[in-house]
């Protein structure tokens, strides 16, 4: 308004201005009361000629300051708002709200979430029909409800791991717009053009012209690419859409039970939009890495994980050429040797040809390449041959040794002697490489145009040969065959490891299917041939399916997989699409990695130059609201106006309006807002105050939340049917405003994302459990913690949550705790885990006799009980009552003993230490013998 950011929820009461004319008139034709004087009769013998007299008139400055006071409550009438947001400005039509929910938006989610419920509130105010339409979630109609209806669909809204699909919502958009074409349209952008965002925005421009508005972030989400595990370092790539995002970080490495094990620090140079990032660490510790992650980005984006073929592998390589080869730049052992170093490390052992592969045995290697090795000596033979059986990847190359030898140590049976051009066995011209076998490990890779076989061992045909060829001339002969050998594989090339018989070895098709060969092998954290132990692990082939294990969630934390995962095929590109979310897939002994963004991404910023939308930020509009100060300040000129007409009328001398004036000041001074108490929070705190009730604290995720109000209920159902206690109704409360007083046991879910409450909650919290109320901290992650129950993810937030509470000493419960006999005899508490333990505060030492009670209890109940065993997932039940997720690792009786579990927890929590009186026991049973 007028060049100001000033709106009016009512403009329409600014006509009201038009009738201060009419009250300035009115003002000055009615004179203010007359003074009040004593009657002197002689005054009027003196006056008895009267001037020529005129009424007298209202004082020109109290007129203005009546009129000042009609125009501030008009003002306040009209709802003045101070930087409003567009939707207030102009509140017609509908309003459809489009937000990009991909991982792109998590990094600043909270921020996100909290401008789009401003805008959703402001149009629930003005009555406007809403439509929330997420993008990153499967397209389906779009209708309109209430901004309150949306307000609670945004508040269990969270950003999904994948990309926002914004095209495939294109036709409901056209539909809606077809019933409602004076809607107006706020695209909520994660500023990144990944999934064509311009051309969105042109469609949206031309759809609802004039109308559409659309948010960019200032600061754009960095991803994490192409981790790389190489000769003595871990390298990636990190990624940002703009020079105007963060240019320095940390990324830090983490083990496959979420431990860090290293990290290192990048910086952007300049205007680049890309920075390696390289962290040095021993080979064990790079082989133990199953991700890397930018510290503080919070996204799926920025996570990037590595399975079992990102760990580097020793390969064993053997040559038959001598070692005083004249020219060894040449020889076979170099070109194998340079095209395995991306991927691998090599290890040459010196010596015999038997000595040197009972060493490679002996350390273990993972693979074993013998170019041109005629026979395999006898007395290592055996070894060898148990080697490939445990799972070792014996690799062979050809040549005049291995095709004079009669050495049967390989996958086909050949024909002795070579084929040569212009020989006996010829072609008159080089064959080309033809194809790869659909079935074997080159499946996939580029045909290269330009690799030329001058010479070959031929295979003898048979019915196997076909199935055993994994790559073929052109003439259908084979280049590599490949055969099984127990669990693990004999590979051979049927040209020499160098250029003498092709110019193989010089394309970039030969270091692909040596590193496709490698991944074969068994991985350096497996056990590893040689010391007889069996590995079973094997990367999957291409018609293998691979189901989901643990899944990476939009702020890029692995979780269990969403229930719209599905399988995917050793085909199906490895980057994350909405039916397969990024992370582990298959076996949990050597599973495949999907990630967020592909190897070779790049992250392009949105660009709207040019296009019909009204572009906005995402900083809090922080819009204020007038008409209190404007009813404040009309209210003290009512005052004003009240004390200047007693003063007028003579019923206050100077004095006595001071002192008035003084005490009116110091009240309008004084004076807090007036706000009416909800009889709904009476009834809910006097329901709490009569009912015993379990309860559990909210963790804005409506998964976990289903989870722990599924998981109470049940263990409430469970109470009501074996003890005299029957909890009230399962309630979910939040630290930050609800009381806790009312509940004796809180269950509180650790979320791996949580931040520390704030200093009000830890204050409340504190208070809580040092009168009396217990905590169950629940991380869920004993599968993922070792040693100590920190080393979870959810440990790590724990740690955030209880960093600046007074949090006694803990200890596992012991076996003579109160809390194990409270009603069932339980020796240990699993949950839908049972690897996790049990912490308690720790209970004092025992003095003399200790040993002999059968219970032991500290002077109360523990304040804090922390567990990694998931309780409530165990508990849960569905509608019909069954139960809602399996148990691991699957025993039947476990939730019968998780059930008895948290009745145990629930007795202690309202009875405390009353059972640690059996100490009485063996005395009272004495005297009863007497």
Partial sequence: MFGLPLAFASPWLLVAFAALPALWWLLRVVPPQPQRVPFPPLRLLMDAVRPRETPANTPWWLILLRLLLAALVILALAGPIWRPQASVASSAGPLILLIDDGWPAAPDWPQRRAVIEQR???????????????????????????????????????????????????????????????ASIVWYADGLDQDGGRAFAEALARLASGRVTVHVADQLARGLIDPRNRASALTATVLRANAASDAAGTV?????????????????????????????????LRNAVS??????ERSAGAVSLMDSSSRRRTVGLLSGTNADTAQPLLAPGFYIGRALEPFADVSTPQGGTADAIGRMIDDRVSVMVLADIGTIPDPVRPRLDRWISEGGVLIRFSGGRL?????????????????????????EVPQALGSFSADGPFAGLPVPEDVEVNRQILAEPDAELPARTWAALTDGTPLVTGRQEGKGLIALFHVTGDTTWSNLPLSGAFVSMLERLVELSPTPSADLPGDGAASEQRNATPAEVLSPLRTLDGFGVLGSPPPTARPLTATISRVATPDHPPGFYGAAESPSAVNALASDARLVPLNLDGVAVTRASYAP???????????????????????IVLLFAGALTLRRAGTAAVVTLCLIAAGNDARAQAEA????IMESALTTRLAYVVTGDAEIDETSRSGLEGLALQLATRTAFEPGETIGIDPETDDLSFYPL??????????????????????????????????????????????????QALRRILASLDVPDLEPVPLDHVLTKAFYLMPSFPGRYAEGELWVEALPAGGDGAADRPARSGDGVSPIMITSNDLAGAWAIQPDGSPRYPTTPGDPRQRELAYRAGINIVMYALTGNYKADQVHIPALLERLGQ
């Fill in 681 to 684: 929070n009476d009834a809910a």
């Fill in 403 to 427: 095709a004079a030898g009669d050495d049967d140590l390989v996958p086909v049976r050949l024909r002795r002697g070579d084929r040569t051009l212009g020989g006996a066995l010829s072609w």
């Fill in 291 to 296: 991700q890397l992650e930018i510290v503080g």
């Fill in 621 to 643: 509009a922080a819009e204020i609201r007038l008409a209190p100060a404007f009813l404040a300040g009309a209210t003290g000129l009512l005052m004003l106006d009240a004390l």
């Fill in 746 to 795: 809180l269950y509180w879910p650790v979320v791996p994302e949580a931040q520390a409450p704030t200093p009000e909650a830890l204050s409340k919290i504190d208070s809580y459990m040092k009168l009396g109320g217990t905590i169950i901290f629940d991380t869920r992650d004993a599968l993922y913690s070792t040693g100590s129950i920190a080393n979870g993810p959810g440990g």
């Fill in 120 to 182: 959703l509130t402001s149009a629930n105010d003005d009555g406007r029909p809403v439509a929330m339409v997420p993008l990153a979630q499967a397209p389906g109609d779009i209708t309109l409800g209430t901004g309150a209806e949306a307000i609670d669909r945004l508040r269990v809204l969270t950003p999904r791991p994948h990309l926002p699909q914004r095209a495939a919502h294109q036709p409901s958009l056209e539909r809606i717009l077809a019933t409602a074409p004076n």
């Fill in 252 to 284: 830090r490495a983490l083990d496959q039970r979420g431990r860090p094990v290293g990290e290192a620090d990048f910086t952007f140079g300049g205007n680049d939009l890309a920075a390696e990032v390289t962290l040095e660490l021993p080979l064990e």
